[in-house]
């Protein structure tokens, strides 16, 4: 699809007015007219609840574009770049493991805070679902039994730690004057312009945002260079990454609501970036279809099937990025005989 949109054979279309088709045949045939069509419309409901779940975006686009999907067909392209946890890829937090499957003690016994499964690294911060590594399909049963397992050994942690009172450096007074400090910049310098958008002195989240966006998709692999990347374009696009970072400190905020897009701007930019050190660091491409490093564009199963983990030290401002071994806990499953 996307070596066609190259040369120029685009859109895409998704013929689901075909499938309609097919459907009503089917069911008017087997059931006749009336019950045909009454199982049509309730398969019909089905899938259309089925694309609610699974691709909001595309219901989204119907509406937007008033599409009917079962008389005309839709088109699709590839999406934007987004990170996103449990259906794309392992990424996420380094969690201490189960230890009754015989994983390395590193994972479990040996883990620096306690043999508590689901802390992360940070001592007495649980986590489960989405936000927890290694795995990269999780699904809502999945988060839903994580989350049984964080919270009683949560509880365990509790228990045999009464006295521990984990403590911030930072004081109150500290914390709300970084907070609200686009509320500041944006009161000292809003008279400079008439128009608040456009001034010398600060940006506004949304722009701050969309140029996180417009680096992160042409320099880390976006839907502009076709989900390509290299170290080249990696080391590139950490270096702009770096100037807009020195930038953040001028975002100014009219409102709360721009304070929480403020904040969600600081928090993008620490994920992106560490997305952008995990696919420098890994020379290989392990998600085709995600992504491709052009410079190594092939699954290399002999020096890359491991896991990377990665820590940023917020006091030099430093990423140190890691190889861990991969090791398999549970055997896959002997293939089904016909
Ligand atoms: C498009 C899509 C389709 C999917 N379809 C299916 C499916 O059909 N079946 C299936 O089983 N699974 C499906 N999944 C996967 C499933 O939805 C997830 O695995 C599951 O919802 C993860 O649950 P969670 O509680 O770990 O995370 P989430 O449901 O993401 O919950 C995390 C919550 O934390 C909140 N939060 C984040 N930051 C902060 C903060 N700083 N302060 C306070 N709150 C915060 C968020 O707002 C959110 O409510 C789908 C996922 C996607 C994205």
Known sequence: MMRDMKLGKGPILMNTHHAMDAINKTFKEKLGDKEGAKKVKHLEAEAWEDFLDMAIGQAGLWAAQDVEPDKVPSEIMPTEPYLLGSHAGCAGFWCCGPDDLGAPEEWNKKWPAGNYNRMSTVKGLFMCGDICGASGHKFSSGSHAEGRIAAKNALAFLLDNPGYTPTIKETADHLAAELYLPFEVYEKHKTYTTAPEINPNYIKPKMLQTRLQKISDEYFGGISTWYMTSKTMLDEGLRKLQLLKEDTSKM???????????????????????HARHILFREESRYPGYYYRGDFDLVDDKNWKCFVNSKYDIATDKWEVKKVPYVQLVEDAAPVKH
Do not use: D, T
């Not at 905020?253 to 701007?265: F, G, I, T, V, Y």
């Open 252 to 274: 100014a905020a009219s409102n709360l609501h721009e304070l929480m897009r403020c904040w969600e701007n600081y928090h993008r930019i620490l994920s992106v970036e560490a």
